[in-house]
Each structure stands twice: as C-alpha cells, then as structure tokens.
C-alpha cells in the first residue's frame, strides 16, 4: 500500500517562493508513487483559479507567448495528471471559508471545496504531515 503525506499550505500564489516550494515538494511525492492530500487555506486557494492568464513582458518587450509566463493553475492541473500517470492519488481541497472570503471559486478541475475537519481527518490518516505556513 502507498504512502500518504498530507500538505497543508497557506501562501498564495506569486507572493513568495513558498508555495512554488509546495509545488515541487508534491511533485517530489507524486513521483515517488507517494500519495498525497492538499489543503489549501488561506491565500493558496488562490493556487487553483481558472481565471489566471499568462502576461507579456512590457519591460523586457516581450509577447504573452515569448515571456510564457507560468500560472499556478498550470502547475496543479500538471500535478493531477502526473498523479494519474503515476497511479496514485492527488486530493486537492480549498478551505471553503477562504475561498468565500476572497470569491476564489472558479477552479481547474481537480481540487474540491472541504474544510478544517478534512484536514484533521487525512492528518489522522497519514503516514506524515507537512504544514507549509507564511513566513
């Protein structure tokens, strides 16, 4: 049976090089055929709205298609499919509360709506807990 390792983040997107770490650490997991739970609260709710649109570089003088500027939502939509590939399992829930309080509903597809109760649950559950916090 795989392991499972539960995340749980709070940084939104862009603001820090805390939640690209985040990224990469489930990444790491997903690779290892280690299962792994997501709760996002907070502003990494904000990790997985489809709203968010690439931009160009007016600095640099750069195009929307020469800057490829990654999106959050690009990088957890990949993290789906690399856990599908691999045959474990990504579950992804946003704090409901936080996704309210910032109108953060509109999602890729993949992660769902849950609450704290769903973080104590799969922290029970798991064979480790990471708690990724703001600074």
């Given at each position: 049976?795989?392991k499972?390792l539960?995340i749980?983040?709070?940084?939104?997107?862009y603001?820090s090089?805390?939640?690209?770490?985040?990224?990469?650490?489930?990444?790491a997991?997903?690779r290892k055929?280690?299962?792994?739970?997501?709760f996002a609260?907070?502003?990494?709710v904000?990790?997985t709205i489809k709203?968010q649109?690439?931009?160009?570089?007016?600095?640099?003088?750069?195009?929307?298609e020469?800057?490829?500027?990654p999106?959050t939502?690009f990088?957890v939509a990949?993290?789906?499919?690399l856990?599908?590939?691999?045959?474990?399992?990504?579950?992804w829930v946003?704090?409901g509360?936080c996704v309210?309080?910032?109108?953060?509903?509109?999602?890729?597809?993949?992660?769902?709506?849950?609450?704290p109760?769903q973080?104590?649950?799969?922290?029970?559950e798991?064979?480790?807990?990471?708690?990724i916090p703001?600074?």
């Amino acid at each position: 049976m795989a392991k499972t390792l539960t995340i749980s983040i709070m940084e939104p997107p862009y603001e820090s090089a805390t939640s690209t770490t985040s990224l990469r650490i489930i990444d790491a997991a997903l690779r290892k055929g280690i299962n792994v739970n997501v709760f996002a609260y907070e502003g990494a709710v904000s990790l997985t709205i489809k709203d968010q649109q690439p931009h160009p570089n007016p600095v640099h003088g750069t195009s929307v298609e020469e800057e490829k500027h990654p999106t959050t939502k690009f990088f957890v939509a990949s993290l789906f499919e690399l856990a599908k590939e691999k045959g474990v399992k990504l579950d992804w829930v946003n704090c409901g509360f936080c996704v309210d309080e910032r109108g953060a509903g509109n999602w890729i597809e993949g992660p769902r709506r849950g609450g704290p109760p769903q973080l104590h649950e799969w922290v029970q559950e798991s064979d480790a807990t990471l708690v990724i916090p703001t600074k």
